[in-house]
């Protein structure tokens, strides 16, 4: 009956205001893809920096020197300062790319190959599987999601493989739900009953139908879901509880950072704002991401 | 019919968004007298719903802006006047009830807060009176058990009954002038009598105007005293209800009322007999706007914009052939053709 | 309205049951004997084989889980090693700070987001419009610990005005609890803030061409209250289910805001007790917070009803 009437509704400038608004979401996409390109160029960068992190850092990341602690920029040939072991803080920057890259994506996809599987197998049978996996999903969300965490850690104890399974695990229950509710729209498309009526069996159709379908929001989300990791990744680190020591991460740059406040800003500055310029340009490329696959796209 | 209330001359609307200009008004002017009720008609985009708004100063700005044009309002010119004179006029003086119900009534107030609202906006009553007032409102338009209606929300009303509480809501403060922005076209077809029998048993009691919006002429007929046909921003044309219906002398109007009888024919959805669609008013229109889609246009018509000429009394058209009656005959016959091979 | 609060009471209980048994599975689940991991590499043979019978490690894993729910009906989180005291008596110690913090978090995030929301939807496609989706944009991306160093560097390294460190007690004045209270409370705004922010702006954009919103202007209401009562009360549901979620980020956040600041809330404890390898605090802390948070949800779910009087929970959905 509304969309009767709203197709009745005959006001001249509701039609100006639709065309202003489709208008400005047209600039807004511009605006919004200028921002995601932006997003995107810095990505690229990223990688590159994380892959030729060897080239680009003009020193070792792990190489100390007690004669040139708490340097500030571009004393004594060091781009950003040194820490206070002696350790070029341009060149951690450089490697901690990689840490953060790393943790990002793998605890992503791990969190995704497992909380799909979890939500096909719950959106698509339904009934008491749904019910109990969905129960135990939202009893993971109970948790603020670095609180999840950090108790996954204590348990595993520090180390990179370790950050990943720990972020990856508390990722699951998101893809889990993004993937239900895919996998619930579409089992209510028609052509699901006709493959059915035709002897399609149940793997058949989740991993030719359902599946496919459901790859455009969990793109997007994955794509949000790295850029949480790596906040993820850098609080761990920072709280002593990700990556061992020596290994160069902007977290546990942060914390030693925090000690030096006074003495050394530059190194806490410079660590957090490569996560933060990190996470926003890949917040930046999801935005824009989301709005180029499906602007209605509820995530 | 009593003293001129409103009187709108020469108005122009723009709605300015981004680089594009669209002119959505271009010199209408009319006026309507105290008791009467004055229909204004016309397709979608004609700009009917935009001069309703325009005589409450309701258009939203930016993007729309009132260019020239006087809104004369009991002698006094309100198009510039300022918002907080406006507002005690808003409600009081003048109010509107709109096309849906359903979404014009706030869903998270109770109906009787949004009765007492205006009634305590506009007179100096306290809450005691004002909810007196708002029962009395309830009771006038002919809901049932009013006092326990008061205090429950508008989802728990039928769709009826909502537009009831919008004509108590917009009547409360007893305006002069009622704007109804297609009051019944969101109703079913029984409950549209209901409503308009009991609008017009409340122009008789409070003496007030009504601006009928409408594309249903049907309404139109039933309700009003005279009538303005509107097409892309313009008054095609204008005359009491009698002599439009009797003697249409714009082949848009001709038009509309074909396409009513078709519609009343097959009482199914009311599509347009006129083929093609308005001009797109973010262009410059030379000439009859209506030139691309009637059926007897001429050069002159795609050159020169066409006067407005009265016909007879009271009787106005803007059409380049209507002074000349035997070309007026020629057409009248050609569209009685027209109409009969085109329903 | 009574039977609806008992069902939904009643609703959270599988949830708090699945919740504890994540903690419990976790706790049991550590590689090698818990009790070693427990007690730190300093400890002995025997001391491990003690406190293993004291867990009740030895018992079948059917028995110790419900002893572990029983100890958590009865408030009993266990006993910390390096406090030498029951985690249930630091938990609400700590308890009070941290919600202080939590809400004088959320009441900033309020008090900024949702009036940028409102105007940048009122403003739409304007300067202001772009400032504040440009500021929710970065609010969302920060690093709150990082912001929070930022904060003590500009705030009280460089300025010198805001204590960077420490909790002040309400009972020496208004300023004394305020003053350690401010920056702390804006790093943990700020999440928040942005989230706000965007939602408003969303929400106020849709409600604003609503007909009830014209149908208020022509009662003659003044722009004002159309905007902030008639708009902003119908786009407050999406705006508590925000509220709702961002409690987590309350809580997860303040564990890191709490480090930087020092302050004495369950997010120290947490960061105190993993320094120290007294995971047993670690473990029940995060436990306990869990229960705060869905606890709050339930809340915020009641509140629903009282905004939106078209949602019928009773049933399980809007009308």
Request: proline share 5%.
């Amino acid at each position: 009956m509304h969309n009767e009437t709203a197709s009745d509704r005959e006001l001249l400038y509701e039609e100006q205001y639709k065309r202003a608004q489709k208008e400005q979401s047209f600039m807004r996409k511009l605006l919004r893809n200028k921002l995601a390109a932006f997003g995107f160029f810095v990505m690229i960068v990223l990688v590159f920096t994380a892959i030729f992190a060897p080239w680009i850092a003009t020193h070792p990341p792990h190489q100390m020197d007690v004669t040139r602690t708490l340097l500030g920029p571009g004393e004594m040939g060091h781009l950003l300062g040194t820490d206070s072991y002696g350790r070029d803080t341009f060149s951690r920057i450089i490697y901690g790319a990689r840490i953060s890259l790393i943790v990002g994506v793998a605890a992503v996809v791990f969190g995704a190959v497992f909380g799909s599987l979890l939500g096909v197998i719950s959106g698509y049978f339904g009934g008491k599987i749904d019910a109990i996996i969905m129960r135990i999903m939202d009893g993971m969300m109970a948790f603020p999601f670095i609180l999840l965490a950090i108790v996954l850690m204590t348990v595993f104890g520090q180390g990179l493989m370790n950050v990943i399974f720990a972020i990856g695990i508390a990722n699951i229950p998101g893809f889990a739900r993004v993937v239900r509710g895919q996998v619930l729209s579409v089992k209510e498309a028609d052509y699901i009953d006709v493959t059915r009526s035709l002897g399609a069996k149940n793997t058949r159709i989740i991993f030719h139908h359902v599946l496919p379908n459901s790859i455009a929001p969990l793109i997007v989300y994955a794509t949000m879901a790295v850029a949480g990791a790596i906040i993820s990744e850098a609080s761990l680190s920072f709280l002593g509880l990700g990556v061992q020591p020596p290994t160069a991460s902007w977290g546990s740059m942060l914390q030693e950072g925090k000690d030096y406040l006074v003495l050394n800003p530059e190194l806490a500055t410079i660590s957090g704002l490569a996560i933060l310029i990190t996470v926003l340009s890949i917040n930046l490329f999801g935005d824009g991401l989301r709005d180029a696959l499906d602007p209605k796209m509820k995530i | 019919m009593g003293e001129e209330l409103l009187r709108v001359e020469d108005l122009f609307v723009e709605f300015k968004t981004g680089s594009i200009v669209t002119k959505a008004i271009n010199g209408v002017s009319f006026s309507l007298h105290q008791n009467e009720t004055l229909g204004i008609v016309g397709e979608s985009g004609s700009g009917k719903s935009v001069t309703a708004s325009a005589a409450m100063r309701l258009i939203p700005n930016p993007p729309g802006r009132i260019t020239s044009g006087s809104i004369v309002y009991k002698g006094q010119d309100i198009s510039q006047l300022n918002e907080s004179k406006m507002r005690k006029l808003r409600g009081n003086e003048m109010s509107m009830i709109f096309q849906d119900p359903t979404t014009s009534l706030n869903p998270v107030f109770t109906v009787g807060h949004q009765l007492m609202e205006s009634i305590r906006i506009h007179k100096n009553l306290s809450k005691r009176e004002a909810k007196q007032e708002s029962l009395r409102m309830l009771e006038l338009v002919g809901i049932p058990a009013a006092k326990q209606r008061l205090k429950m929300y508008p989802h728990e009303f039928s769709g009826g009954m909502r537009q009831r509480v919008m004509i108590a809501i917009a009547l409360s403060c007893q305006p002069q002038l009622l704007i109804a922005d297609e009051p019944t076209t969101a109703l079913d077809v029984t409950v549209q009598a209901q409503i308009l029998a009991l609008m017009k048993d409340l122009q008789r009691e409070f003496g007030m105007a009504i601006m009928m919006i409408t594309h249903d002429l049907g309404v139109v007929w039933e309700t009003c005293d005279s009538i303005i046909v509107m097409y892309a921003g313009q008054v095609m044309e204008r005359g009491s209800v009698r002599q439009v219906y009797d003697k249409p002398l714009h082949p848009y109007t001709w038009g509309l009322l074909d396409s009513q009888i078709a519609s009343d024919q097959n009482s199914q959805e009311v599509l347009p007999a006129i083929p093609g669609s308005p001009p797109d008013l973010s262009f410059d229109v030379q000439g009859c706007p209506f030139a691309d889609r009637c059926p007897y246009v001429e050069e002159i018509c795609r050159e020169s914009k066409p006067a407005r000429v009265a016909i007879e009394d009271g009787h106005e058209v803007a059409c380049h052939f209507q002074t000349d009656t035997s070309e007026l005959t020629r057409k009248e016959e050609a569209n009685i053709g027209a109409s009969a091979t085109g329903s | 309205m009574k039977g609806f609060l008992l069902r939904r009471v009643l609703q959270i209980v599988p949830t708090l049951l699945v919740v504890a048994i994540i903690v419990f599975l976790i706790t049991r689940i550590m590689p090698g004997n818990p009790a070693a991991v427990l007690l730190g590499p300093q400890a002995s043979v025997e001391d491990i084989e003690a406190y293993a019978q004291q867990l009740g490690l030895n018992d079948p894993i059917i028995s110790q889980f419900f002893q572990y729910i029983i100890n958590l009906i009865t408030f009993d989180f266990g006993n910390s090693l390096t406090y030498n005291q029951p985690v249930i008596t630091l938990l609400i110690e700590r308890f009070p700070n941290t919600i202080l913090l939590a809400l004088s978090a959320l009441v900033i995030a309020m008090v900024i987001g949702v009036p940028a929301g409102i105007i940048a939807a009122k403003r739409q496609n304007s300067f202001i419009d772009y400032l504040v989706t440009t500021f929710s944009l970065v609010g969302v991306s920060m690093p709150i610990f990082w912001l929070g160093l930022m904060l003590v560097l500009f705030f009280s390294v460089n300025l010198g005005w805001l204590p960077a460190t420490g909790m002040g007690s309400f009972d020496d004045g208004l300023w004394a609890g305020l003053r350690h209270l401010i920056l702390p409370s804006i790093a943990l705004a700020t999440i928040p803030a942005a989230e706000f922010a965007r939602i408003i702006r969303s929400s106020m954009l849709e409600v604003v061409s609503q007909d009830y919103i014209k149908a208020a202007r022509s009662k003659g209401v003044h722009e004002f209250f159309v905007i902030c009562k008639h708009g902003l009360k119908n786009a407050l549901t999406p705006l508590l289910t925000v509220i709702g979620l961002q409690f987590s980020n309350l809580l997860g956040g303040a564990v890191l805001t709490e480090t930087i600041f020092s302050w004495p809330g369950m997010g120290l404890l947490i960061v105190d007790a993993i320094e120290r390898r007294d995971y047993m605090v670690v473990q029940s802390t995060v436990l306990f917070i869990a229960i705060i948070y869905v606890v709050i949800n339930l809340i915020v779910d009641i509140l629903y009803k009282v905004v939106n009087p078209k949602v019928n929970l009773d049933t399980g959905g809007g009308k």
